[in-house]
């Protein structure tokens, strides 16, 4: 479990706000790797272990682990098992039902007890409304990361239409910032969307933003915390392929690291223009 609090420590310490997203595909690690008994997780542990002073968070893509049906399940819940306990654990699976199915979602990447995982936060679809979300909240000490603004193309079909009371993103951060607050409630926005982030920052003003699409989907870092920084940092920026997939060679590990040290050094300077920490 990771709070605000812890977070911001860490954010502090490590002069970084970097998340590390293990969107981890069996046919883009290294040919070597195929001969360990489970190769995700074996390129799952090189990844931790050469960036974890770097990054603040750790975010596996579900998606890259339930397609592999149950042994994907497993390489799921050891890399969980295998996430340093400093660093905030995502588990990136956009879920949202009506509320006796959202609890079954929380108990299976909250709990634990349920079956081997308990992630500090979950990513979850807000379209269903507020009781498709509380049964997440009922987690003491877990967060919720609601999509708001995402990096896509087709954000604006949906998250952009207008409606009497706004922008429909706008509502979704209206509405869930009624549920929690800042230390329970973050928001997805993609680093795609540049100065969409200072409206962001209107309706959201204290709440933590995770931010995919630095890297492989060309956002740009200057942009998003020109926009989007807080007094309290108030940013996750993701990168998933750009660090993992670095290089497909034996040397991926210290590819990745490099990778991660670009981003962490650009984010230090961030940090330090900002006032956040000290040069
Ligand atoms: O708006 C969104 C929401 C989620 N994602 C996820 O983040 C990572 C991005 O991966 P990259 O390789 O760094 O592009 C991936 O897991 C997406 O599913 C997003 O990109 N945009």
């Avoid at 190769?39 to 050469?50: G, Q, T, W, Y």
């Avoid at 596996?60 to 397609?67: L, V």
């Avoid at 990136?92 to 079956?115: C, H, L, M, V, W």
Wanted: proline share 3%; hydrophobic share 40%.
């Amino acid at each position: 479990m990771l709070s605000r609090k812890q977070l911001i420590e860490q954010i502090k310490q490590k002069k970084s706000f970097l998340c590390i997203g293990l969107d981890t595909d069996l046919n883009k690690i290294p040919a070597f790797l195929h001969t360990y008994p489970d190769p995700v997780l074996e390129f799952n542990r090189r990844i931790i272990d050469a960036t974890h002073d770097l990054c603040v968070a750790y975010k596996p893509n579900a998606a890259f682990y339930e397609s592999r049906g149950l042994q994907g399940w497993q390489s799921l819940i050891d890399t969980y098992q295998y996430l340093p306990k400093e660093c905030l654990s995502i588990i990136d699976a956009k879920r949202g039902d009506i509320g006796n199915t959202s609890d079954q979602y929380a108990r299976a990447f909250f709990d634990e007890t349920a079956g081997g995982m308990g992630f500090d936060a979950l990513t979850v679809a807000p379209y269903m409304g507020h009781d498709s979300l509380t049964p997440y909240l009922a987690y003491e000490g877990k967060w919720i990361i609601i999509l708001a603004l995402t990096s896509n193309d087709g954000s604006r079909d949906f998250q952009c239409l207008k409606t009497d009371n706004g922008l429909l993103y706008e509502n979704v951060i209206q509405k869930a910032n009624s549920l929690a607050g800042a230390d329970r409630i973050m928001y997805v926005v993609g680093a795609t969307q540049g100065q969409e982030f200072a409206n962001i920052r209107k309706h959201a003003p204290d709440n933590f933003l995770l931010v995919p699409g630095v890297g492989a989907q060309g956002g740009s870092l200057a942009e998003v915390c020109r926009y989007g920084l807080t007094a309290d940092c108030g940013l996750l920026v993701n990168a998933s392929r750009s660090i993992a997939y670095a290089s497909n060679g034996e040397d991926f590990a210290e590819a990745a690291r490099a990778e991660a040290l670009s981003l962490q050094q650009q984010m230090q300077v961030e940090l330090e223009k900002a006032g956040i920490v000290r040069e």
